[in-house]
């Protein structure tokens, strides 16, 4: 692992982490004052923070700083999180969104939101309303945590630079390195915090040349002694350029848990420390004790003549032993206990790691090309075994019953084996959701409606590739239900509704596919205006007698836009054709309900996958096609008087007393030449673009039967009016029918390579 | 025989960089996500130290530290707070919880280096 | 059969020749993947004539090419005997329609004479050489020339 995919790591879990902050924002919106809302709250910006530090993302720390500053206000009850609060926060969260966008796919943010954001958020820890947008430009606070200073302590104590002159004085010819007197007297808590006053000497030790003596005077006797307390202290005379700063930080953890005082030692003092000066007889102090590293530097320096005269005393030299023995146990309190565990065989180790590893990580992170060649080789599968059935079928037709078992339990696992691949690949569509909460919040600023968001069955599954392609449509889909089916807050109030507008976005599963609903509480669909418009529009005749239902469904046509004015939301040439067209394109269906006054209902239903798809088998001009379940409305047996040709070459279909165009599928695709006989055939009514009826001709239907998906594009090219490939049970391969493209070219628009490609995955 | 390191925090990103600093290091390392789960851990770890985030769900450093103190046998483990508070409340509480010594984020690989190996043998 | 593709450290190259009608060719084995017998293929609307259609090869769809009215001959008739020569052009696997696999050849550019000046256009884009082995000829083609439109297509 090296840092990029550490980076692309941390942009992964930005991505989880706003998920989580804008999920908590909005639950805080909803009153909820459960203090781990504010703590997961904080925790995603304050993780964003934390990473972005780490990656020098500069632009994206001083923001997430101001952020976490102001949630912080918010955690320690400083802030209320007022609906004026939390629509600041929800601004920022989604800033921080774009930043994290920008720092990852490089590009711009904009500066002014942002920095107007952080004046906000400023006021707000501040204990002020938030400014109005135009203020006096503040300098963005820069966080000490963006500092690139390699060592900064946090008490203010940045590192200086150093310079020998500081201490030479005039004596440039000779340097001499300044001494410094050390006198460090640790207390009980330093020990229970696990600093060990013996690191801190080795450490003090590679600063320079080092002389120490340890006082042993508040030693109780050994009954008296608690092995634990703290009866030692130091005085230690260090020679080093490195200045007094790094002596300090040599004792920056321990600092609270001791005495100590450090001063400059005058020039030849220290080096001659006499017994006057101490109070008690010193120790020398043997570093070596714990210096596992045999060319550590290690400055004791020792004097023959005091190590004598220590001897000379057997007291001292007891103590000298007991207080050897008090720094091991003091040093090594809570060692002792696992040393014995240390020296256990390496393999018991190993498993323990293995197991806290394991303990650790309860899910795991795969790439998605690997799960794809899975799920490729499990669609093989379930073609081997469809082939296998087949060929003993065909082969054995008194096969044993136990061949037969065998085949059926074969079925059966390779089913329950392809659920279970599919299920890997399966993702809530909660971060989809969360996406939309923004797209209101943003079209709710713009066109100046109150609307509140209600989302449903988030946890819903469905495949990756469904819910990538999900985002779109329904990001144009709730722009529409916001900008044109509610209200303004004012005409909602004289209507007596809630000033503000509710869209329930929900999700669930529903017969093997996931079905998505988007609801509004707005006008509805006003029919007399659709009406008029698609009359205008020449869609359709004046006099004709539409359902309801029909008209509805009449803002699906290419081009149908009900807006009286093109506001800068659906400004962009993009009707509902195009949504359920992509809709569509996913192997989906969508359907509108209205009721007038009262609101709109959207309704998607998506196959939990594009990997496999339900298709009905056909026969056409000896070949087999496969058309997509979804596509098809009802199949007929066309009777011969139900048959009405139409100008040089169409036929009608009479269906219930309407007359629909009947398409030869054998002939649009080139595989015959003549039309085919339609009462020797059977008829698809399919349902495209636009909402258009038509009656796919083909020769006869084999059945209905889940395909795996097979791409033509990978070893070849698109190829108009087909959709994908598949393989069989008998091992063949067979088309999977576009037909959108078919039903576009039976309209006289010859298929090209432009088709959309329908349900490819 | 290689020192263990038992490293507490729930960012992904920041586990990631202490797992690879740690065994660019040489040292071996055990990971948990949270308090909790640190605490879980702990005894099948046997880490010779620690290094702990502070801001964490279910259970956070200050409560994760007075944990380990608790434990006989790792009352006097070294435990490294690695965080970007660096306002001196949060690092006294830290303290008062027992916490050894601290590395200020942003994270970089040499400081945390130096702090282990400056609370250990 | 499969013929796994070698790498030759000596300077030459190994070719796999093959017989169309009463021509021989030869590719580079470096990009044939395997040789197969014939299997009907699933036919395709709007392709060119010698886009004989489509095979499952092993879960994958193979598109399978006649080469002989690929190359502007007459088109096959395919048989039982008839082979798939699959190679690799490019990041794409095709199966190319040849009567049979003749001969594996080792040479050097040495053995390889330039194209004769009477080809056309057509012929010089997709033949590299000549070689005259044992009395017949065989001409050297580049598959990427000759589907050079796989790519343009597919763009």
New interface residues.
């Given amino acids: 692992?090296?840092m990029n995919?550490?980076k692309e790591?941390?942009f992964?879990?930005c991505e989880e982490q706003l998920a989580e902050l804008e999920s908590g924002l909005l639950r805080l919106n909803d009153g909820d004052r459960d203090p781990?809302t504010v703590?997961?709250v904080?925790?995603a910006v304050?993780?964003i923070?934390?990473?972005a530090?780490?990656f020098?993302l500069d632009d994206l720390?001083s923001f997430a700083h101001v952020f976490e500053t102001t949630l912080d206000c918010v955690r320690s009850n400083k802030l209320e999180p007022t609906a004026e609060v939390l629509k600041v926060m929800l601004k920022s969260a989604d800033v921080l969104a774009d930043l994290t966008n920008v720092a990852r796919d490089g590009g711009s943010v904009d500066q002014a939101r942002s920095k107007q954001l952080i004046r906000e958020l400023e006021a707000l820890a501040n204990g002020e309303a938030p400014p109005p947008a135009a203020v006096v430009e503040a300098p963005a606070a820069k966080p000490?945590?963006?500092a690139p200073a390699?060592?900064?302590n946090?008490?203010g104590f940045v590192p200086v630079a150093f310079s020998f002159d500081d201490f030479g004085g005039e004596e440039d010819v000779l340097i001499v390195h300044p001494t410094y007197e050390i006198s460090f007297k640790p207390k009980a808590d330093l020990?229970?915090?696990?600093?060990?006053a013996?690191?801190l000497l080795r450490?003090l030790s590679r600063l320079g040349e080092m002389s120490i003596h340890c006082n042993m005077e508040a030693l109780p006797s050994l009954e008296q002694m608690d092995p634990e307390s703290a009866y030692f202290s130091w005085k230690i005379s260090v020679k080093t350029d490195k200045g007094e700063d790094a002596i300090r930080s040599?004792f920056?953890?321990a600092e609270?848990d001791c005495d100590l005082e450090i001063s400059l030692a005058d020039e030849g003092t220290a080096a001659e420390m006499t017994d006057e000066e101490l109070p008690m007889q010193p120790v020398p102090f043997d570093l070596s004790v714990?210096d596992?590293e045999p060319d550590a530097p290690v400055g004791v320096v020792e004097e023959e003549e005091r190590l004598a005269a220590v001897h000379e005393s057997a007291a001292t030299v007891a103590a000298a032993e007991v207080a050897s023995n008090v720094v091991q146990l003091a040093?090594t309190?809570?060692?002792a206990?696992?040393e014995p565990?240390?020296a256990a065989p390496a393999a018991a180790?190993a498993q323990?790691?293995a197991?806290?590893?394991s303990?650790?990580a309860p899910t795991i992170r795969v790439d998605l090309d690997r799960v794809d060649r899975l799920i490729n080789l499990v669609g093989e599968l379930v073609i081997n075994q469809a082939m296998l059935s087949q060929s003993v079928i065909e082969n054995d037709n008194n096969g044993t019953s136990s061949i037969n078992m065998g085949l059926e339990e074969l079925q059966q696992l390779t089913r329950e084996i392809q659920d279970s691949v599919m299920a890997i690949r399966a993702q809530p569509v909660k971060p989809v959701f969360q996406r939309m909460a923004r797209t209101v919040r943003e079209i709710a600023d713009i066109t100046g409606k109150s609307v509140r968001l209600i989302t449903e069955g988030e946890n819903t599954e469905v495949d990756k590739t469904v819910i990538d392609k999900l985002a779109e449509p329904l990001t144009h889909m709730i722009r529409n239900a916001v900008d044109h089916g509610l209200e303004m807050p004012e005409k909602r109030v004289a209507l007596g509704k809630n000033p503000e507008g509710t869209v329930r976005l929900t999700a669930k599963h529903r017969s093997g596919r996931i079905v998505i609903e988007l609801a509004d509480d707005g006008q509805g669909i006003n029919r007399e205006k659709v009406r008029q418009k698609a009359i205008d529009n020449d869609l359709i005749a004046a006099d004709a007698n539409l359902s309801d239902e029909e008209i509805d469904n009449l803002i699906f046509h290419a081009g149908f836009s009900t807006a009286d004015k093109v506001s800068d939301l659906s400004g962009r040439g993009v009707g509902m054709d195009v949504v359920k067209r992509s809709i569509q394109a996913l192997g989906g269906r969508i359907n509108i309900s209205s009721k007038p006054g009262h609101g709109s209902v959207f309704t998607m239903s998506l196959p939990l996958t594009l990997a496999v798809l339900d298709g009905m088998v056909v026969t056409v001009a000896g070949q087999t096609l496969v058309v997509p379940l979804t596509a098809i409305v009802e199949t007929l047996q066309p009777e011969a008087s139900a048959i009405h040709s139409f100008g040089a070459s169409q036929r009608l279909i009479s269906i219930r007393n309407s007359f629909c165009p009947l398409v030869d599928v054998g002939r649009i695709l080139n595989f015959r030449s003549t039309q085919a006989n339609p009462v020797e055939g059977v008829a698809l009514l399919v349902e495209s673009e636009g909402g258009g009826q038509r009656a796919l001709m083909v020769d006869a239907i084999q059945g209905q039967r889940q395909v795996v998906i097979k791409s033509l594009e990978a070893n070849y090219t698109h190829v108009p009016g087909i959709a994908a490939a598949t393989i069989l049970g008998d091992g063949r391969v067979a088309l999977i029918l576009d037909v959108d493209a078919v039903v576009s070219a039976s309209r006289g628009q010859p298929l090209k390579l432009e088709t959309s490609l329908a349900a490819a995955g | 025989?290689k020192k263990?390191v038992l490293t507490v925090d729930?960012?992904?990103?920041?586990r990631?960089?202490l797992?690879?600093t740690l065994n660019n290091a040489g040292f071996?390392t055990?990971?948990?996500?949270d308090g909790v789960?640190g605490l879980?851990?702990l005894e099948?770890?046997?880490p010779?130290v620690i290094v702990t985030d502070i801001?964490?769900?279910r259970l956070d450093g200050f409560g994760f530290i007075e944990g380990v103190?608790r434990n006989?046998?790792?009352?006097?483990?070294?435990?490294l707070v690695l965080t970007?508070e660096?306002?001196?409340e949060k690092?006294n509480r830290a303290?008062q919880a027992?916490?050894?010594?601290?590395i200020?984020?942003?994270?970089?690989p040499?400081?945390l280096i130096d702090a282990i190996e400056?609370?250990?043998? | 059969m499969t013929y796994l593709a070698k790498n030759l450290t000596n300077g030459g190259r190994e070719l796999i020749a093959f017989r169309i009608g009463d021509q021989e060719f030869c590719v580079n084995i470096m990009s044939v993947r395997e040789i197969r017998g014939w299997t009907p293929a699933t036919a395709m609307p709007h392709t060119p004539s010698y886009m004989l259609g489509v095979i499952n090869l092993r879960g994958a769809v193979l598109p399978i090419i006649d080469l002989s009215a690929r190359l502007g001959m007459r088109p096959t008739e395919p048989t039982v005997r008839h082979v798939i020569i699959v190679a690799q052009v490019r990041d794409k696997v095709v199966g190319l329609l040849v009567e049979a696999v003749s001969d594996i050849l080792t040479v050097t550019d040495d053995n390889i004479q330039p194209t004769p000046d009477i080809s056309n256009d057509f012929e010089r884009a997709y033949a590299r050489g000549v070689l005259a082995i044992e009395g017949r000829m065989i001409c050297l083609i580049e598959l990427e020339a000759i589907f050079s439109h796989l790519e343009s297509e597919a763009a």
């Fill in positions: 692992m090296d995919e550490i790591i941390f992964q879990e781990e703590n997961a904080f925790r304050h993780s923070k934390g990473g530090g780490a020098g720390v000490a945590a963006a390699p060592v900064v946090d008490e020990y229970s915090k696990g600093n060990e013996t690191l450490d040599v920056e953890f609270w714990l596992d040093s309190a809570s060692r206990a696992a565990k240390a180790a323990n790691t197991q806290a590893a303990a650790a | 025989m263990k729930d960012s992904r990103t920041i990631n960089m797992l690879v071996e055990i990971q948990a996500e789960e879980e851990v099948e770890a046997n010779d801001n964490m769900p103190r006989e046998k790792y009352r006097a483990i070294p435990i970007t660096s306002d001196a690092k303290r027992g916490a050894t010594g601290w200020v984020k942003p994270f970089d040499t400081k400056r609370v250990t043998a």
